[in-house]
């Protein structure tokens, strides 16, 4: 395992995080999947007021024991903003009696998505301020679902540490928030690289063969890991055994072997399958009088004819409508040919015409967050 220091937090975590999701089966599999990530050299230990028991779980596996002691451990727990300071001080006194802690490594306010919810930030940060200044906190920073635009807003304000965002081979819209935060020394923490990143975990065949001799989850992890202003990655275990194929590169952070970097340029040839129809995600098309998100359709469509990443498209398509602000966007047959992107348009692209392709290839499956 290697360890980097997390911005300005000044923290080492390990270059693997333990996201606890998805271990709630039960508590004994909570704390088997907690040993066992520590055992073998993981050192962040990551939760969520949202996540069902997993704060409660989480606890129990830290009062039974592990390989590590309380002080060489990393605790975070994320809690939504709320309006009012009196509201996020009870939220962090409920989340550390669940975890049966006196303090938090680090709070992450949690889904900072919209532009209101960077406006519930003035609301509730005194209450953090407080818990930072009695030692309940020591470290705050953010997670966020949000567009780039909200996101570079929140980093800009200069009040977080620490940032938990989605950056992966196969999005890469977020470049500017890594290249901000690593100017404002903020730790980057990378959500779900696996699942989100493309169900790498059982891609296409078609993808496993372009990837060769890689796997696509090796090779993903590998993008992500020689970046160094990239802190650490999330794995979201069900169970200890979906810790292997993770941790085994958890000693891999040098940069790109020619042999890595000659299949990444092999993958980004693949995408001269789309011919003329390829979206090049420059987001020019936006906004949308329907709330399409168009250029978010369209990558699902690019990656399912280029690499045909088909489940993971259906996946992600059928959340639109089913996430709220988690993932917002209508789905694509809502288009009513109005025309306003198409002039926005600099690949001249028939967006009408793709978004009913996307939605033919893509619909359904619904889609839906796994906690609340």
């Given at each position: 395992m290697r360890y980097r220091r997390f911005g300005k937090t000044n923290l080492n975590l390990s270059v693997f995080s333990l996201g606890?999701?998805?271990?709630?089966?039960?508590?004994?599999?909570?704390?088997?999947?907690?040993?066992?990530?520590?055992?073998?050299?993981?050192?962040?230990?990551?939760?969520a007021r949202g996540y069902g028991k997993s704060e409660q779980y989480l606890g129990a596996a830290i009062k039974a024991g592990l390989p590590?002691?309380?002080?060489?451990?990393?605790?975070?727990?994320?809690?939504?903003?709320?309006?009012?300071a009196?509201?996020?001080?009870?939220?962090?006194?409920?989340?550390?009696?669940?975890?049966?802690?006196?303090?938090?490594?680090?709070?992450?306010?949690?889904?900072?998505?919209?532009?209101?919810?960077?406006?519930?930030?003035?609301?509730?940060?005194?209450?953090?301020?407080?818990?930072?200044?009695?030692?309940?906190?020591r470290h705050v920073g953010f997670s966020t679902h949000a567009p780039l635009e909200i996101v570079l807003a929140v980093v800009s304000t200069d009040l977080f540490e620490f940032v938990n965002l989605h950056y992966y081979y196969f999005f890469q819209r977020n470049a500017a928030a890594i290249a901000l935060a690593a100017q404002k020394d903020m730790g980057v923490f990378i959500i779900s690289p696996a699942d989100k990143g493309g169900l790498l975990y059982t891609p296409s065949p078609k993808l496993q063969a372009l990837c060769q001799?890689?796997?696509?989850?090796?090779?993903?992890?590998?993008?992500?890991?020689?970046?160094?202003?990239?802190?650490?990655?999330?794995?979201?275990?069900?169970?200890?055994?979906?810790?292997?194929?993770?941790?085994?590169?958890?000693?891999?952070?040098?940069?790109?072997?020619?042999?890595?970097?000659?299949?990444?340029?092999?993958?980004?040839?693949?995408?001269?399958?789309?011919?003329?129809?390829?979206?090049?995600?420059?987001?020019?098309?936006?906004?949308?009088?329907?709330?399409?998100?168009?250029?978010?359709?369209?990558?699902?469509?690019?990656?399912?004819?280029?690499?045909?990443?088909?489940?993971?498209?259906?996946?992600?398509?059928?959340?639109?409508?089913?996430?709220?602000?988690?993932f917002p966007g209508m789905k694509a047959n809502r288009c009513t040919e109005c025309g306003d992107c198409l002039p926005r348009c600099p690949e001249q692209l028939d967006i009408p015409t793709l978004l009913q392709d996307s939605h033919n290839r893509l619909n359904g499956r619904e889609g839906r967050r796994l906690w609340d």
């Open positions: 606890t999701m998805r271990y709630v089966a039960s508590e004994e599999n909570a704390r088997q999947t907690v040993y066992q990530a520590v055992l073998q050299g993981v050192n962040h230990l990551e939760t590590k002691t309380r002080s060489q451990l990393h605790i975070t727990t994320k809690i939504a903003p709320t309006l009012d009196d509201s996020m001080q009870r939220a962090i006194d409920e989340s550390l009696a669940r975890l049966g802690l006196d303090y938090l490594d680090c709070l992450a306010l949690h889904g900072i998505n919209t532009w209101e919810h960077l406006k519930f930030i003035s609301g509730c940060m005194p209450a953090v301020h407080q818990a930072i200044a009695d030692g309940r906190v001799p890689f796997s696509p989850l090796e090779l993903n992890y590998r993008f992500l890991l020689q970046d160094p202003r990239i802190t650490t990655l999330s794995v979201g275990a069900a169970s200890a055994t979906e810790l292997t194929a993770p941790l085994s590169v958890s000693d891999r952070t040098e940069a790109l072997t020619p042999e890595e970097i000659a299949v990444l340029q092999r993958l980004e040839t693949q995408k001269d399958a789309l011919g003329s129809d390829r979206c090049s995600q420059c987001y020019e098309c936006l906004p949308c009088p329907e709330t399409i998100h168009i250029p978010e359709v369209l990558r699902l469509r690019n990656l399912a004819i280029a690499y045909d990443m088909v489940e993971y498209g259906k996946y992600r398509y059928g959340m639109f409508e089913n996430a709220g602000h988690w």
